[in-house]
Structure formats: C-alpha cells, structure tokens
C-alpha cells in the first residue's frame, strides 16, 4: 500500500498550484479539479477495501499535507483504521417460500434483494416461519411496542418501511406521534435490521416502497449482493443469516398466499393495539453462497490546531467512498465513481481547509474528516463515534456535507432535521447575511437526517448539521423551485448511486458554493468562540450532552 499511496500523494501534488494563494473566497475551478480527480478510473470508484481505496487515501493525505493541516488521526497519524467484514451473496443453491399454495421461488435481484452480515461461506436460512412485524418500533418514550412480547428467535421478521405514522389519514389517533411525514429513526431500515437482530431473528425483510423509503428499486438493489459490517470487537456476529428487501409486487403475492392482504395490515399497524401477525404456513429456506473476509479500511483525518481551547473540536466532514466497479452502463462506464456523492463533498472539504489555514489560527482546533464506507451504512464515522481520535465530550459540533445541488444559485437554503439543535439558528442568521431565507426540507419522510455521516455523531449528543441538496427543492435564481424540483428529479432518477453520476462539464456549482460559504462560516465561527451549539428541547438527542460541557 506504501507505494500506492505515495503515488497517489504524487497525483495531489500534481493536481493543485505549487504554491497556495491565501485567498478565502471558495474556488469554483478547484472544487471542479478535486471531483474530476477523484472520479478518474484510476481510482476505481473508491470502494473500501480495494486498490481505489489506496488511491483515494493516498492522494487525500497528499492533499492536506499540500494545505499546511496537521495528521489528525491515532498517534500523529493521517488516517484511522477501520475494519469491516466485507460480504458478497452469489447465485442461490436455493431459495424459496412454502406457502399454503405451493412453493414460490424468489428472484433474486428481482423479487427479494439480500445480503449478509455474517461470516460464514453459506448464508442458510432452513425453513424459517414469517412473522408480519408492522413497522417494527419499540418506543416506549411514545407508548409504542409492536412486538407484544412475541418470540422471534430462528424466525422471519416482516417489516413495513418508515414509521407508523407516515401514511396516517387526518384524525387517525397515530397521526403525528412519530412526527408526521417527517421520519423518525424508528422509520430507519438500518433500525429494523438492528431490532430484528436483538430478537433473535434469523432473518428480516422489508417491504420495498418508494415513497416509504425514498428511492425505487433499482437503488435497493445497486450493492449487487455486497455488503459491509463493523467488524466487532468482541467477535460476536449478528442474528440474521439474510437481511434485505421485497419488491412491492412480490410482497403483494407473498401475503395473498397467507390469506392476508397487505393494506388492511397497512392501515392494523398504525395502531397501537397492533400485534405481530404470524404468515400461517409461509417459511423461508435459503442457501446462498458467500464470499467474506475482514478488509482494512481507513478514515483521513487532517486537523488545524487551535490556539487558546485547543482541546475543543469543531469537524467537518464529508465521505469519500463511492461504489466502486459495477456492471456496465449505456455509455459503458463500469466505475460509479460518485461525482456529487460524495466527491463535491470532500472538494468541499478540501476548500474550506484551504481557506481557514490561509486565515488567522482558530481558537479551537478543527477537525477535516473524509470518511470511508458512508454507502455502506455510516461505519467510517461510526468507527469513529465508537472509538474517537478526539474526545466527544470536547467536540463542539459536526458540520457534515453530502450531495449539493449543481444547478446554480438560489434564494434560499434547505434544512434538514428541523428542532434538532440551535445550529438550525445559526443556519439561518449566516444565510441571511447572504441575502437568503431557510426553506424546512420538503421531503422529511426520507430520514435524511438519518442517512449521513453527522447521524454517528448525533446519537452521542454532538450537535451537528447537514448540508444536503436533496433534501428538497431550491428556490433558483433561474427557474426558481421548479427548477430546483427538476434538478432533483433528474439526479436521483437517473444518477444517484449508478454509473452516471460523474462530473459534468455544465455544472454550475454558484449555488454549492453559497452553502459551502454557509457551513465554513458557521464552523469557523464556532471555531472562534467560547459558544456550545444546544440540543432543543424536542430533540431525541436533547439530554445526552450536559448543558455547557
């Protein structure tokens, strides 16, 4: 690896100015240079654990170290090792329901998507009893338990996606009692896979929806089988042999065949009364061939030193995992490199560092993190969050940036996760020195919340704050929310996680950059002051930092 990373620091060297102007003002031509680089085939679509994560590695080290930063990892080091336990499921030997009707072979790929956790060379499921789950949430902090105590050890577990409340009609007792529209980690399918596994199940299932979840199919199924874990400390494994989704078409049949008909359970598990629901007759047997092995991923981490509270923290952070080599697409390109995810992001990243090592020393220190293996479930942060190179208790916050539009200015600025945390304030004061107003996420039933980086940091009480551009509609200078509408439409139809989502040449990054300027002025801010950002009262994370730290 030593080789490839001088290499690829060779690579960073090569791709910036030798010597670095001290101007502040982010750098339209640099972000573009950074996602261009980055997106090359050399790098191979930077899936962990590859030669492209060696490339990316290597060439991020080179370009802090180009910027003036500190290693800001374990033992003056520039990165923090992460394991993961790497999985791929082949062809199935077998898999199949019995049903009351006969048996009912699974498609894989088309009917049911699946993948596994665990490291053993079959992923076997023998005749296993299904379980209708509802939305699967314990909360007793809501006087909710879907699972009334029922038993499912070497069972099944059937979910619905998102929360009980998503589809609650006006005056349904639930409406709003899991937030409405606006998901809730409860709604989360990396929850339910958890829960399932506390329980004991072998393995779980989620009923495929789009709105549910917040993408179509092809999304579910793009890892191909792939998986990746955090490898345990204490060796132990997960419950569930299989964990993974049916198609909405098929989970129609599936439940016809046990005499039940999904939307009556639908409308049953938006109740409290609802009890888990045994699908009579319907097992699931599986043997799937699995290939795993533990690979050594890493996190970089770059740190500006602070000067009088230089034990306190303000990060920044972005991921620079994509999804590496997949099957071919209509051009041919078989790298699905993620030029906006999350490429932009790291660019981004880059350019703040630029510019604050180029300003005066901060008070605190900053931290800059590119982190690996978001795609695959958050586990770089995680990694961190579980063991931290800097002290949670003396991080002020973390400013996390995924995906931006690239569609050019807007009027205002999205937010994610409203009522969380006082930086949603400061969110809206330096926006408003850009002549911009705050518009509340138009899709909160997405979780997106829940699906970055900064969430690893956020259920250890961190306030943090996440910049996203499709968290909603911008309100464009040219098209205005329309246009804004469309450019997401465009992005997540075609591009998101697939091949197509590479650098463009008509990208017009003036609105990415007027974010970019939103999140640099905020931390930097922090960075410059005694402040502590503060959970809100009706924030699930309020109470787990204690008030002035």
Same mark, same amino acid.
């Given at each position: 690896?030593?080789?490839?990373?001088?290499?690829?620091?060779?690579?960073?060297?090569?791709?910036?100015?030798?010597?670095?102007?001290?101007?502040?003002?982010?750098?339209?031509?640099?972000?573009?240079?950074?996602?261009? /680089?980055?997106?090359?085939?050399?790098?191979?679509?930077?899936?962990?654990?590859?030669?492209?994560?060696?490339?990316?590695?290597?060439?991020?080290?080179?370009?802090?170290?180009?910027?003036?930063?500190?290693?800001?990892?374990?033992?003056?080091?520039?990165?923090?090792?992460?394991?993961?336990?790497?999985?791929?499921?082949?062809?199935?030997?077998?898999?199949?329901?019995?049903?009351?009707?006969?048996?009912?072979?699974?498609?894989?790929?088309?009917?049911?998507?699946?993948?596994?956790?665990?490291?053993?060379?079959?992923?076997?499921?023998?005749?296993?009893?299904?379980?209708?789950?509802?939305?699967?949430?314990?909360?007793?902090?809501?006087?909710?338990?879907?699972?009334?105590?029922?038993?499912?050890?070497?069972? *099944?577990?059937?979910?619905?996606?998102?929360?009980?409340?998503?589809?609650?009609?006006?005056?349904?007792?639930?409406?709003?009692?899991?937030?409405?529209?606006?998901?809730?980690?409860?709604?989360?399918?990396?929850?339910?896979?958890?829960?399932?596994?506390?329980?004991?199940?072998?393995?779980?299932?989620?009923?495929?929806?789009?709105?549910?979840?917040?993408?179509?199919?092809?999304?579910?199924?793009?890892?191909?089988?792939?998986?990746?874990?955090?490898?345990?400390?204490?060796?132990?494994?997960?419950?569930?042999?299989?964990?993974?989704?049916?198609?909405?078409?098929?989970?129609?049949?599936?439940?016809? /065949?046990?005499?039940?008909?999904?939307?009556?359970?639908?409308?049953?598990?938006? /109740?409290?009364?609802?009890?888990?629901?045994?699908?009579?007759?319907?097992?699931?047997?599986?043997?799937?061939?699995?290939?795993?092995?533990?690979?050594?991923?890493?996190?970089?981490?770059?740190?500006?030193?602070?000067?009088?509270?230089?034990?306190?923290?303000?990060?920044?952070?972005?991921?620079?995992?994509?999804?590496?080599?997949?099957?071919?697409?209509?051009?041919?390109?078989?790298?699905?490199?993620?030029?906006?995810?999350?490429?932009?992001?790291?660019?981004?990243?880059?350019?703040?560092?630029?510019?604050?090592?180029?300003?005066?020393?901060?008070?605190?220190?900053?931290?800059?993190?590119?982190?690996?293996?978001?795609?695959?479930?958050?586990?770089?942060?995680?990694?961190?969050?579980?063991?931290? *190179?800097?002290?949670?208790?003396?991080?002020?916050?973390?400013?996390?940036?995924?995906?931006?539009?690239?569609?050019?200015?807007?009027?205002?600025?999205?937010?994610?996760?409203?009522?969380?945390?006082?930086?949603?304030?400061?969110?809206?004061?330096?926006?408003?020195?850009?002549?911009?107003?705050?518009?509340?996420?138009?899709?909160?039933?997405?979780?997106?919340?829940?699906?970055?980086?900064?969430?690893?940091?956020?259920?250890?009480?961190?306030?943090?704050?996440?910049?996203?551009?499709?968290?909603?509609?911008?309100?464009?200078?040219?098209?205005?929310?329309?246009?804004?509408?469309?450019?997401?439409?465009?992005?997540?139809?075609?591009?998101?996680?697939?091949?197509?989502?590479?650098?463009?040449?008509?990208?017009?990054?003036?609105?990415?950059?007027?974010?970019?300027? *939103?999140?640099?002025?905020?931390?930097?801010?922090?960075?410059?002051?005694?402040?502590?950002?503060?959970?809100?009262?009706?924030?699930?994370?309020?109470?787990?930092?204690?008030?002035?730290?």
């Amino acid at each position: 690896m030593r080789n490839t990373l001088k290499l690829a620091a060779a690579l960073a060297a090569l791709t910036l100015p030798a010597a670095l102007a001290a101007e502040t003002p982010i750098d339209p031509a640099r972000l573009n240079e950074t996602v261009q /680089t980055m997106t090359r085939d050399w790098f191979q679509g930077r899936a962990p654990g590859t030669v492209g994560e060696e490339r990316t590695v290597g060439y991020l080290i080179g370009r802090f170290e180009a910027l003036g930063l500190e290693p800001g990892g374990p033992d003056g080091s520039w990165v923090q090792q992460v394991p993961l336990l790497h999985t791929r499921l082949g062809a199935p030997q077998q898999l199949e329901l019995a049903t009351p009707q006969g048996a009912m072979p699974l498609r894989l790929g088309t009917d049911v998507y699946l993948s596994t956790l665990r490291n053993e060379d079959v992923a076997r499921v023998a005749n296993a009893p299904l379980v209708f789950v509802g939305h699967g949430v314990a909360a007793p902090e809501r006087g909710w338990d879907d699972f009334k105590g029922v038993d499912l050890k070497g069972k *099944v577990a059937v979910f619905l996606i998102n929360d009980p409340d998503f589809a609650a009609a006006k005056g349904e007792a639930v409406a709003g009692k899991f937030g409405g529209r606006a998901m809730t980690y409860y709604g989360r399918w990396t929850y339910k896979f958890e829960e399932a596994a506390r329980r004991g199940a072998v393995a779980a299932l989620i009923v495929h929806d789009a709105d549910g979840v917040g993408y179509g199919w092809n999304v579910i199924t793009s890892p191909g089988g792939e998986n990746y874990g955090l490898v345990a400390k204490d060796g132990k494994q997960t419950s569930l042999a299989l964990q993974g989704w049916l198609s909405l078409e098929q989970s129609g049949r599936l439940f016809g /065949t046990a005499g039940l008909e999904l939307a009556r359970l639908r409308k049953a598990a938006r /109740t409290a009364k609802f009890r888990p629901v045994e699908m009579k007759g319907v097992t699931l047997s599986a043997a799937i061939p699995a290939t795993h092995d533990v690979i050594a991923s890493h996190n970089v981490l770059a740190r500006l030193p602070g000067t009088t509270r230089a034990d306190e923290t303000v990060m920044f952070g972005a991921h620079w995992d994509a999804y590496g080599e997949g099957k071919p697409d209509a051009q041919g390109r078989i790298y699905r490199a993620g030029a906006n995810d999350d490429a932009l992001g790291v660019a981004a990243l880059l350019e703040i560092a630029r510019g604050m090592k180029a300003g005066p020393a901060p008070q605190r220190s900053v931290v800059f993190a590119a982190w690996t293996a978001e795609e695959r479930g958050l586990l770089g942060s995680e990694a961190y969050a579980l063991s931290p *190179v800097w002290p949670l208790d003396k991080t002020v916050a973390n400013l996390t940036i995924d995906v931006m539009q690239t569609a050019g200015r807007a009027k205002d600025v999205v937010l994610i996760g409203k009522g969380q945390s006082s930086l949603e304030d400061d969110l809206a004061a330096t926006a408003a020195k850009q002549g911009r107003t705050v518009t509340v996420e138009s899709l909160p039933e997405r979780g997106l919340f829940y699906r970055a980086d900064h969430f690893s940091f956020a259920k250890r009480g961190v306030p943090v704050l996440l910049m996203m551009g499709l968290a909603g509609a911008s309100d464009l200078e040219q098209g205005g929310r329309a246009a804004g509408q469309a450019w997401i439409d465009d992005y997540t139809g075609r591009c998101y996680h697939q091949a197509c989502d590479a650098w463009d040449a008509s990208w017009n990054l003036a609105g990415a950059i007027q974010d970019i300027e *939103v999140m640099r002025d905020i931390g930097t801010d922090l960075a410059n002051s005694a402040r502590w950002p503060e959970w809100k009262a009706g924030s699930e994370f309020a109470g787990l930092r204690k008030k002035g730290n």
